[in-house]
């Protein structure tokens, strides 16, 4: 049974290969048998509503064929996750070499237990949410690595990490750019009920705090009691040696913090606006601050990866110069390249993942099941309780086939709203309910284009004979998807039946 078990486990590459198959059979015959939606759309600057219908546009026929071969090579080339994970690589691979991770790490996985370790790089991860995608080429990497120093299973790590990301992508104690831009909708949407209806940067904040902490607990309690026996094994064939920090380490540490600490002070002047040549990495065009930090034309958005990546850059350097692990520019060099080696398989990986992505989002069957979904709550009388538990789970089903939150939200917000608002709840509680929904499911699906990176990753520390199966990949992220979503459904239904505020001039009901 174990030989016949092993015959039939999947590649990563050839389970890719098949998803893109189904999808363009898939798209031909819903296609053919006329699998369409119709809702209404709200214009955000005039308020208006148009009837918009959404079909499923047929990959299996010439024009489809001609469109996936002429948009693979723009579309990979243009793929985010492919040109931040290279980019992020550069500086990673200098902190690892010069030896500042190894330094570093080693003193906080000596000075702290592991239940604590975990908690705050989850915490961290979570936290993540606020700058957007870039957390994902960030912290699995580092995540990975700090296990790794710790003489823990790597393949922990990023499980951990990538939990934290995709449960907390949802929520976040400060207002983001995507709660931003979805703000606009449920204003818009709002407005055609109540013209004075208003909605402050703030109006989730306490709602949010609680969230925050409960899914950092709930998931390293997870990951301590049940992933950390569920993940493949990982043996470290060396003897455990303690690694000696001595006064080398201790100046690299040194060198390292005084440069980066004046690189941050830097930067972080120039985010701050009104003072003397400041705010100078901000757009002005928008209004509300984390939109001159996070919009689409702003500076973070564009160049946010590379920020990071010369201040990995900057700490290895420095504590390469202090140590003396680099002594010559060839070192300095060579330390670059380091975390390239051996890319081969995730760039293999992440391209078959932007076409399954580019193939499905072209047959538009994510968008017409989420308009057919949000008419189930659109076409119903349902009020209170009911209401919130079916607005969450459109929420949850809707996010497995469509990864944007602002596209979703642009469907589902026509639809909720008026019904919302006419049963006397709030329209920012029913954006808060599908932000927590998608927490319940981002996790779980291989649409979501930062997926491919963890399972990149995963099978860099992969001692197995066999690469690890793309689906048992999202199998060690259902109990986070499933505690996490259930956590997060009592607190809506706790905080609806308390009735307090959910943020500064944010509330539940009407």
């Known amino acids: 049974m174990n030989k016949f078990k092993e015959r039939i486990t ?65 579309n990979f080339a243009g793929f985010t996750p ?69 003489r823990r299973n790597p393949l922990v790590g990023i499980v951990a990490v990538y939990a934290g990301l995709t449960c907390g992508s949802g929520i976040s104690f400060l207002l983001t750019a995507i709660d931003s831009e979805m703000l606009r909708y449920t ?50 064939k060396d003897e ?13 540490l040194i060198f390292a913090i005084a440069a980066g600490a004046l690189y941050l002070l830097v930067f972080i002047y120039n985010i701050i606006p009104g003072l003397p040549f400041s705010g100078n990495l901000l757009d002005y065009a928008q209004d509300f601050y984390i939109d001159k930090l996070f919009s689409f034309d702003s500076f973070f ?54 076409i399954l992505i580019n193939v499905f989002k072209k047959s538009n069957i994510g968008t017409v099941l989420t308009v057919s979904l949000s008419n189930i709550i659109g076409n119903s009388s349902l009020t209170g309780l009911p209401l919130i538990i079916v607005l969450f789970l459109v929420s949850a089903i809707s996010t497995l086939f469509l990864t944007s939150p602002t596209a979703k939200w642009a469907i589902i917000s026509s639809a909720a709203i008026p019904i919302f608002m006419n049963g006397s709840l709030s329209p ?49 992220q259902v109990v986070y998807g499933l505690i996490v979503g259930a956590a997060l459904l009592l607190l809506l239904i706790g905080w609806y039946l308390i009735g307090i505020p959910i943020g500064i001039n944010g509330f539940v009901t009407t």
């Open 240 to 252: 455990k040696k303690e690694v000696r920090i001595g006064k080398r380490e201790y100046r690299g």
């Open 82 to 150: 492919l040109v931040n994970i290279m980019i992020i690589l550069i500086g990673i691979g200098i902190m690892e070499k010069s030896g500042f991770l190894k330094t570093t790490f080693t003193i906080l996985t000596k000075y702290c237990k592991k239940y604590t370790i975990t908690f705050w790089l989850v915490l961290l991860s979570v936290l993540f949410s606020i700058a957007g995608d870039i957390g994902y080429v960030v912290m699995i990497p580092i995540a990975a690595l700090l296990f790794s120093y710790g």
């Open 187 to 236: 204003l818009a949407n709002a407005r055609n009920i109540d013209t004075n209806y208003l909605l402050g940067t703030s109006c989730f904040i306490f709602i949010m705090a609680i969230a925050v902490i409960l899914v950092s607990i709930i998931i390293t309690i997870i990951t301590e009691r049940i992933s950390t026996n569920n993940v493949e094994k990982y043996e470290y």
């Open 301 to 354: 958005s564009n160049g946010f990866v590379f920020v990071v990546t010369m201040f990995f850059i900057i700490l290895g350097l420095f504590y390469g110069i202090g140590a003396k692990t680099i002594k010559n520019n060839n070192d300095f060099c060579d330390d670059l390249k380091h975390s390239l080696d051996g890319i081969g398989l995730p760039v293999i990986t992440i391209l078959l993942g932007s």
């Open 428 to 476: 920012e509680f029913a954006q808060v309910i599908v932000r927590f929904g998608e927490c319940m499911t981002i996790g779980l699906t291989p649409l979501l284009a930062y997926f491919t990176i963890y399972i990149a990753y995963l099978e860099k520390y992969n001692q197995g004979e066999n690469p690890i199966p793309l689906f048992r990949t999202l199998k060690y």
């Open 10 to 74: 999947l590649n990563p590459i050839m389970t890719f290969l098949i998803l893109i198959l189904f999808v363009i059979v898939l798209s031909g015959f819903l296609n053919l048998i006329g699998f369409e939606a119709t809702y209404s759309k709200i214009d955000v600057t005039t308020g208006e509503y148009t009837v918009t219908s959404e079909s499923v546009e047929s990959l299996l026929s010439l024009s489809g064929i001609k469109y996936i071969f002429t948009s693979t090579s723009s």
